[in-house]
C-alpha cells in the first residue's frame, strides 16, 4: 500500500483546524465534550479526507461508504470534520447546542447531513454498522462501513454481542475503530503503569488478542501518527471482500490530544475554556498554522 | 383455530415470497416466535442474530437505513425491557421502519412466569414517539395486521399472542388501522373496551350477559397508538360508565389511554381498568393465570355485573 507522504502536512492542518473548532465551539456553547473529540480528530481527518468515498454535495448517495460515529458524545469533532469536508458552512458550528440547531449534543441522523446513525448511547454504533455492513453484503453493494467506538464504551455489554456476530457473517465490509486515548469520563483510579491520571478503561486487556479470539483481523496503530493512521486506513478497506473477518483498529491516542491544557487528562472529558485558555488553544493550533 | 405467533410466521412466510425487502431477524426462539416457519420457506430472508436482542435490533436498525424492512422476533418481554434502549435510540427517534415482533406477549406464556410475561408493553411503548402499536383480537385480525405492518414505513411494534383464541372475525373482516372496531352495540349506559386477545375473552364474558339478558356496547381496540381519538369518544356517547378490559398491567395501557381521553374532553364518564394489579405475577396454567388475576370469561362477566348502572 503506498501513503502520499506529501499529503500529510496538509491532513495536520486540517487536524489543528478541527481541534480549534472543537474548542471554540465548545466554548461558545458552554456545552460539549473535549478530550474525546481531540483524541478522535486525527482518525476523523484522515478518515474524512482520505478514505471515506462520499460526495458532501450529496449526503444521501446510496452506494457512499458509511461512518457511525458509535461513541457520540464526541460529535462536535464530527460535525467539525464534517463542516470543514463541506457538509454545511463552519460557521453553522456556533449553533452546536443552541435549541433549534442541526447540530445536537449527540448526532441525529435526521437533523445533520453526512451523518448515517443517530448515536450517543453507548455501545449501539456497532450493531448499527453491522447491519449497515450485512444489509450491503446482502445487496452486493461495494461500500464499506466504517465505526469509531470509545475504549470507554467498550466497557457497555452490548458492544460485545456485535463483536461476537460480525465474524459469523465475515463482514470483511466492517471497519471498527476504537480510540484507545486511556481514558474515560472519571474511570478507575491510577496505578503506577497507567499512562495519565485515572487509569486506562481496558487496560488490562490484551485487545489485539481478545479480537483475533473473537474471530476479527486486529491491526494496531497510533492514531496521532498521520503515516500510520493512512496505512490502516487502506489496509481495513483491502480487507473487504478478501479476508471474510471485520477489523477492527485499535488506535492508541491521548485524550485531549492537541492542547497542552487538555492533553493527558480526565478532566477535560468535557469542559468549557476560560479566556486564558482559548487564547492559549489559539496559539498552540492556529498560529502554527498561519506561520507554516 | 391457529396461534397469532403461527399466523405471523405463515404470512411472513408468503410475504418473503414476494417482499425482497422482508427480512425476519431471530434472538434463537424462532421455533417458539415461528420464524422457524420464515427460515424453512425462504432461508434468504431470515437472519440469526443469537441470544443478543440489542445488537439485533441494532442491526435491524441498520437494515433498514439500506431499504430493508426488518422484523425483528424474539418474546416480547425482551424487546420491550431487554431492548429498550436500542428500540428508543436506534428505532423510534430515528422513524426507521422496523417492525417489532412480539410473540408471547401478554401474561400467557405457556408457564413461564415472571421472565417472560411481556405485561408493560403498552406502557412502554405508547411513550416512544412514532412508534405504532397493534394488539390484534384473533388470528384473522393478526393476518390482516401484519400485512399492512409489513408495508407501513415507520416503527412499529405488534403483540403476537402465543396461544389460541376462540375467533372473534370472520374472513369479511377489514382491518383499518387506528380504528376502534364496534362489536356489539347497545343502548346501556355502561360502554366495555378490551384490546388484544384479551377482546376474545371479553366476548365471551359478554356472551355470558348476554344469556342473562343483559346487553353491553363493546369496542375493540387494535391500534393502541395512533388510536382515533374522536372515534371513541363518538362511541362513549351516551354512556355513564366504561370499563376496559386488557392483558396488561393497569399503569399506561388501554385503561389510561381511555382515561385519558374521558378526562381530556372532561366526559363525566366513570372509568373502570380490569387489568392486570401492580404486582409481579406467577409461573401457572392459562385459566389459572385468567382466573387468578380476574381475567377470564366469567371473572371479567363478574365484574362487569358489579358496575351495570342501577335498574
Not at chain 1, 493527558?264 to 492556529?286: I, M, S
Not at chain 2, 391457529?2 to 405463515?10: D, L, T
Not at chain 2, 430515528?94 to 401474561?107: M, Q
Request: charged fraction near 20%; aromatic fraction near 6%; proline fraction near 5%.
Amino acid at each position: 500500500m503506498h501513503i502520499d507522504e506529501t499529503d500529510i502536512p496538509r491532513l495536520e492542518a486540517l487536524a489543528r483546524e478541527g481541534r480549534w473548532l472543537v474548542i471554540d465551539t465548545v466554548t461558545t456553547s458552554k456545552a460539549g465534550h473535549v478530550g474525546g473529540p481531540l483524541s478522535a480528530m486525527d482518525l476523523l481527518v484522515a478518515l474524512y479526507f482520505t478514505q471515506l468515498r462520499i460526495d458532501p454535495d450529496h449526503p444521501r448517495e446510496p452506494d457512499r461508504d458509511r461512518f457511525v460515529l458509535s461513541k457520540g458524545h464526541c460529535s462536535i469533532g464530527l460535525y467539525s470534520v464534517l463542516a470543514l469536508r463541506g457538509y454545511f458552512p463552519v460557521g453553522e458550528l456556533a449553533t452546536f447546542d443552541q435549541g433549534d440547531s442541526r447540530l445536537q449534543g449527540h448526532p441525529d441522523m435526521l437533523l445533520t447531513p453526512g451523518v448515517d446513525a443517530s448515536t450517543g448511547s453507548l455501545g449501539q454504533g456497532l450493531s448499527a454498522a453491522c447491519g449497515m455492513a450485512l444489509g450491503a453484503k446482502r445487496l452486493g453493494k461495494d461500500f464499506h462501513t466504517w465505526v469509531m467506538l470509545g475504549d470507554g464504551e467498550i466497557e457497555e455489554g452490548m458492544v460485545w454481542e456485535s463483536v461476537l456476530c460480525a465474524p459469523r457473517y465475515r463482514l470483511d465490509n466492517l471497519t471498527a475503530i476504537i480510540d484507545v486515548n486511556g481514558l474515560q469520563q472519571y474511570g478507575w483510579p491510577a496505578a503506577a503503569a497507567d499512562r495519565f491520571d485515572r487509569s486506562e478503561p481496558v487496560g488490562h486487556v490484551d485487545l489485539p488478542a481478545v479480537f483475533r479470539g473473537f474471530g476479527w483481523n486486529t491491526i494496531s496503530i497510533n492514531g496521532h501518527d498521520f503515516t500510520q493512521i493512512l496505512s490502516a486506513l487502506d489496509q481495513a478497506a483491502g480487507h473487504r471482500g478478501v479476508t471474510g473477518k471485520p477489523t477492527v483498529i485499535l488506535a492508541r491516542t491521548e485524550k485531549g490530544h492537541g492542547l497542552t491544557f487538555t492533553a493527558g487528562t480526565y478532566k477535560w472529558h468535557n469542559g468549557v475554556a476560560n479566556a486564558d485558555q482559548l487564547a492559549a488553544a489559539k496559539k498552540e493550533l492556529r498560529d502554527v498554522e498561519h506561520a507554516a | 383455530m391457529k396461534a397469532q405467533r403461527q399466523v405471523w410466521g405463515e404470512t411472513l412466510a408468503e410475504l418473503a415470497g414476494t417482499d425482497q425487502r422482508l427480512v425476519v431477524l431471530d434472538g434463537d426462539l424462532a421455533t417458539s416466535t415461528r420464524a422457524d416457519i420464515v427460515a424453512d420457506a425462504h432461508p434468504d430472508s431470515f437472519i440469526q442474530v443469537g441470544i443478543a436482542e440489542q445488537n439485533m435490533v441494532g442491526m435491524a436498525f441498520g437494515l433498514s437505513t439500506l431499504g430493508y424492512r426488518p422484523w425483528v422476533s424474539s418474546f416480547g418481554v425482551f424487546l420491550t425491557n431487554r431492548a429498550l434502549d436500542q428500540v428508543r435510540m436506534l428505532v423510534s427517534q430515528t422513524k426507521a421502519p422496523v417492525r417489532l415482533a412480539a410473540a408471547y406477549s401478554g401474561l400467557l406464556n405457556g408457564a413461564s412466569g415472571k421472565t417472560h410475561q411481556d405485561i408493560e408493553d403498552f406502557a412502554i411503548m405508547r411513550a416512544m414517539p412514532n412508534m405504532t402499536v397493534l394488539a390484534p383480537a384473533d388470528e384473522i385480525e393478526a393476518a390482516h395486521a401484519i400485512r399492512w405492518a409489513a408495508d407501513h414505513d415507520g416503527p412499529l411494534y405488534i403483540r403476537l399472542a402465543r396461544d389460541p383464541v376462540p375467533p372473534v372475525f370472520d374472513q369479511n373482516y377489514t382491518f383499518t388501522p387506528g380504528e376502534p372496531v364496534l362489536l356489539r352495540n347497545s343502548d346501556n349506559g355502561l360502554v366495555i373496551i378490551s384490546t388484544g386477545v384479551q377482546t376474545a375473552r371479553t366476548t365471551a364474558a359478554l356472551d355470558l350477559l348476554h344469556a342473562d339478558g343483559i346487553h353491553l356496547r363493546h369496542l375493540h381496540l387494535h391500534t393502541l397508538k395512533p388510536a382515533n381519538a374522536d372515534a371513541i369518544i363518538t362511541h362513549l356517547a351516551g354512556a355513564s360508565a366504561v370499563c376496559t378490559v386488557e392483558e396488561h398491567t393497569i399503569i399506561g395501557g388501554l385503561g389510561e389511554l381511555v382515561s385519558d381521553l374521558v378526562t381530556r374532553d372532561g366526559l363525566g364518564v366513570r372509568v373502570t381498568r380490569i387489568g392486570l394489579d401492580d404486582r409481579w405475577s406467577e409461573s401457572g396454567p392459562n385459566d389459572f393465570l385468567l382466573d387468578k388475576h380476574g381475567l377470564s370469561p366469567h371473572r371479567v362477566a363478574d365484574r362487569l355485573r358489579r358496575l351495570l348502572p342501577a335498574a
